[in-house]
């Protein structure tokens, strides 16, 4: 049983890989810390995924492991200011998806964690409310006030651009 729940993990990660990295970037806006927090969140999952209790829910499982590395990384570097924004810059991923709406794309990015993590699962991961909600441990009323919400202010932001 274990060795048949391993070997889901390990295709699940395999086939998705390059959606956790996207996520990670989205976070980031840096290729290395980005690789380093899919690694990072790969080595979790490999190491506990005996305590998916149920290996149908493997996706919003890995998900809240990867948002948890994607927030702890950026709380890290708040507080350690390892690089200054000019820096960052300099590094940019291009991926030809995000040309078209790289205005939305920016204005994401002006948004709270909060709010741009459900953004970014539901219309860019395309994953439903009830998901996102068990990925961020948050109440489903919640999760839907923050897009609402969120989707407000990419509005009012959007015009302003």
Known sequence: MKNDNYEKVVNYILNN????????????KNKDSSL????NAV???LEKY???KNIDYIKTWF???????????IKKAQKELLYEKENVKKDIYHE????????????????SEDIKTVIMLHYYEEMTLKEISEITDTNLN????RLYSGLKKLKLLVKEV
């Open 50 to 52: 005996n305590t998916i």
């Open 43 to 45: 080595c979790i999952a």
């Open 17 to 28: 890989q390059d959606k956790f990295y996207r996520l990670a970037y989205s976070y980031t």
């Open 63 to 73: 998900y809240r492991v990867l948002v948890n590395e994607c927030l702890a990384y």
């Open 142 to 145: 919640t999760v839907k006030t």
């Open 96 to 111: 030809e998806a995000y040309d078209k709406g790289i205005e939305l794309y920016n204005a994401i990015d002006k948004l």
């Open 36 to 39: 380093d927090i899919v690694q």
